[in-house]
């Protein structure tokens, strides 16, 4: 490695630390004091599981990080590379570089790479650490919002096991594992008999009947539907890893919304290059003039570019619109074009 990709490296990664806190501070800053009427009886909560308020809050605040970081992660690491070039053109050290025969696009291509391996990371967290920790965030949520006595319950959507039965749950309680008022439609939405129960529970690896008639429990013992299938629809899609998705697509192969979550799992680190390789030519170009300017227009650029990805991708969730691989793909493969096209016509 060349001295001068060390020296730019080490620029980018102060920058991007510096972007890092400033995000991660601002969101604790905002959150705590948006939250301060909750904090009495978050106190309470945390004391009646034996934990100080420190370190509930410690607790909280450290399970809901990672999620912020994720989302943040694009902006902090196109704002890294921007600072990184501010710095370099406020010290004057643009112009040497050209001098010393040294191009634009050559001196992006360490900011390109680091930032390249730092979504990989944050692609990693999102698919290997969110999923674990969802749960217990749920859990440590409630606490903080004084619901802990609450049981915490859901009303699923429709649900296909395995064997092709549609399963219909009024309430199922998590605490419990317990589905009640459920409706299991064997064959199809059309078919006849449905099997009903008052209320069933997971008990030692099957579903019991604990309340109303036993009817024919055969179909509860075939079935292959376990409380984490049931369970994961109560979490937010955006936290499901690509085991789960597909699990979930095999089983549900009509809803698009899934098949472009999917897809959006691996396009997820192309964003950040595509964010970079259109703030760092508008702001290497007018270095020299308006840099502040340059990194504006950057910013207004990935603003488009993560609404023009929201966009596609609630067309890309209703699969008679856009098909769900377009949806996920076509804001990379449009926004990539131009930050090509820009990056080639930097300075040599």
């Not at 604790?28 to 909750?38: A, E, P, R, T, Y």
């Not at 509930?56 to 990672?66: D, K």
């Not at 570089?97 to 040294?102: E, K, N, R, S, T």
């Not at 449905?194 to 055969?218: K, L, M, Q, S, Y």
Request: contains cysteine.
């Amino acid at each position: 490695m060349k001295r001068i990709d060390r020296y730019v490296l080490s620029a980018f990664f102060q920058a991007w630390f510096a972007a890092f806190v400033f995000f991660c501070g601002m969101y604790l800053v905002i959150h705590f004091f948006n939250q301060l009427g909750d904090l009495g009886k978050a106190s309470e909560a945390f004391r009646a599981q034996g934990w100080t308020p420190f370190y509930g809050f410690c607790l909280y605040y450290g399970l809901n990080l990672p999620f912020v970081i994720v989302q943040t992660a694009p902006f902090t690491i196109l704002m890294g590379g921007m600072w990184a070039v501010q710095q370099m053109s406020r010290k004057n050290e643009l112009v040497p570089v050209l001098v010393a025969g040294i191009s634009f696009r050559r001196l992006s291509v360490p900011v390109l790479a680091a930032g390249f391996l730092l979504s990989l990371l944050f692609a990693g967290v999102r698919e290997s650490v969110l999923p674990k920790i969802a749960e217990e965030r749920h859990r440590v949520e409630r606490l903080f919002k004084g619901k802990a006595n609450e049981s915490p319950s859901i009303r699923p959507p429709q649900i296909r096991d395995a064997e092709g039965r549609i399963w219909h749950i009024r309430e199922y309680e998590i605490a419990t594992k317990t589905a009640r008022g459920l409706n299991i439609v064997v064959g199809g939405l059309e078919a006849k008999p449905r099997r009903h129960w008052e209320a069933v529970r997971w008990e030692g690896g099957r579903w019991i009947v604990v309340a109303g008639d036993p009817g024919d429990e055969t179909v509860l013992i075939e079935t292959k539907l376990t409380p984490r299938d049931i369970e994961i629809e109560s979490r937010s899609l955006l936290f499901l890893d690509v085991g789960d998705l597909r699990r979930m697509i095999n089983r549900y192969p009509h809803r698009s919304n899934l098949r472009l979550l999917l897809h959006a799992h691996f396009a997820y680190p192309l964003g950040t290059m595509v964010l970079l390789l259109m703030g760092l030519p508008l702001v290497l170009r007018a270095a020299r003039k308006t840099p502040f300017v340059a990194a504006g227009v950057s910013l207004l650029l990935s603003i488009a570019f993560f609404a023009v990805s929201s966009v596609m991708q609630d067309l890309g969730g209703r699969d008679e619109v856009l098909n769900p691989v377009l949806g996920a793909w076509l804001p990379i493969i449009l926004f990539g074009a131009v930050g090509l096209i820009l990056f080639e016509t930097m300075r040599t």
